[in-house]
Structures are given as C-alpha cells and as structure tokens.
DNA sequence: AGCACGATGCTCT
DNA sequence: GAGCATCGTGCTT
C-alpha cells in the first residue's frame, strides 16, 4: 500500500507547498527495489513574473509541463549533462513548481551510495542520479504509484527547523528575483555549510 | 575550506 | 551563438 500526497497538496501556493515538502520522502522504484529519500532542501518558482523561472518567457516545448496540472514531475536537463526534479504546483494553465535539491537517503541506502559512487546527495543533480530519475520521468504523475516516482508525507518540522534564503544559481537573474527568499531547508539533519540561509 | 575552472549539449534568441 | 535552477577536480590558503 503506497500512501502517495494527493493532488491538492500540490495544487497549494508554489511557496506553502515548497515549505511542506521539508521531511517528506521522495520514493523512487528503481528495477523492482524501493529507494527513498527525505527531502531536506527545495526551491520555489513561481510564474512568467518571476524572472528566475523557465516559464519568464512564456510556455516552450521544455517548460510545458510546469503549464499542465498539479502533481506531475518537471524534469529538465541543464548544463549539458544534469538533470533537475521539480514538482508542479499550484493551478493548471498556472506554471509554478519547486524544484528539489537535496535529499537524505533512507531507504535503498546501499543502492544509492553505489549510484553515487559514495558520494553525497545534496544537490539536484546528484539526487537525479541516486534515484534514477532523467527526461524519461518528464510529465510523470507524482500522485499515482504507477509512475515509479511519487512523494510520501513525513513528520512535520518545527519551524524553528526550517532555514530560508535566496535561491542559488541564478546569477543574471535580475532582482527583486534574484533575491526572493524561496529556498527552504532543514537545519540540522544534515551537516552541511549554510551559505546565507536564515531563519 | 574555499575558489576557479572545465565538462558538455540542449533551448531559445 | 549565448546562456544555463550543476558537479567534480585540482589548486591555493
């Protein structure tokens, strides 16, 4: 039994539903095994007006699926050789989606560590490449098992947990964009440099 | 521990 | 042709 988050999670406000996928779990089934992690970072990005986001420029072949319903994997490939995981947000025809970028392993941990050649998973790229996620899940639907991809809920998370700061990578995004606080993360689970992040 | 850089190819102008 | 929601390596401090 797969206890999957239903639709209308995602169809929240793009930064609530960014908020609340702190600590849930990200499962992937991967040749018939169960892998999963806790989702320990995320970023939100919200519509045409938000120039840090794919859609600034209207819908294109590659940002489509941010334009479609709620609950489906946007899975781009960047820089060549990366591929990033977001999950589509708010109303169809609205695009919207938080991108995930970091995951703690908890299940299938032997199985990931091989795919990372043990290195770690705190990234967006390098959570695609533990669970085995590329341009094949694209458009996937997220609320239905079928897919092999989908997220679980978790134990809520203090507040006094959760870190927010600017988004990363957006070098020639222009403000306010470029400084919007819509990066989330969990304090103290796992070790890592907090950059700017703050309460 | 931190910074600079190269890899590598798709998308949109 | 430019730029990219990145990563890993190698060199410096």
């Given at each position: ?144 098992p079928a897919s092999g991809l989908w997220i679980e809920a978790g134990e809520p998370l203090l507040e006094q947990n959760v870190l927010h700061g600017p988004r990363v990578g957006l070098g020639n995004v222009p403000e306010p964009w470029k400084s919007m ?19």
């Amino acid at each position: 039994m797969v206890n999957t988050l239903p639709r209308y999670f995602y169809a929240q406000p793009t930064l609530t539903a960014a908020r609340e996928l702190l600590g849930a779990r990200l499962v992937r089934m991967l040749d018939g095994q169960r892998l999963a992690g806790l989702i320990t970072e995320t970023e939100a990005y919200i519509g045409e007006e938000d120039l840090g986001c794919h859609a600034k420029s209207g819908k294109t072949k590659r940002n489509a699926v941010m334009y479609g319903p709620p609950g489906r994997a946007y899975v781009y490939f960047t820089y060549g050789m990366h591929w990033c995981l977001n999950a589509v947000t708010e109303q169809e025809g609205f695009p919207a989606a938080v991108l995930i970028r970091a995951i703690q392993p908890v299940e299938g941990v032997e199985v990931i560590a091989a795919r990372r050649q043990g290195r770690d998973t705190l990234g967006p790229a390098k959570l695609t490449q533990a669970l085995g996620i590329s341009g094949a899940q694209n458009g996937l639907d997220l609320c239905d098992p079928a897919s092999g991809l989908w997220i679980e809920a978790g134990e809520p998370l203090l507040e006094q947990n959760v870190l927010h700061g600017p988004r990363v990578g957006l070098g020639n995004v222009p403000e306010p964009w470029k400084s919007m606080p819509w990066r989330f993360r969990v304090a103290g689970l796992v070790p890592k440099p907090e950059g700017n992040l703050r309460k």
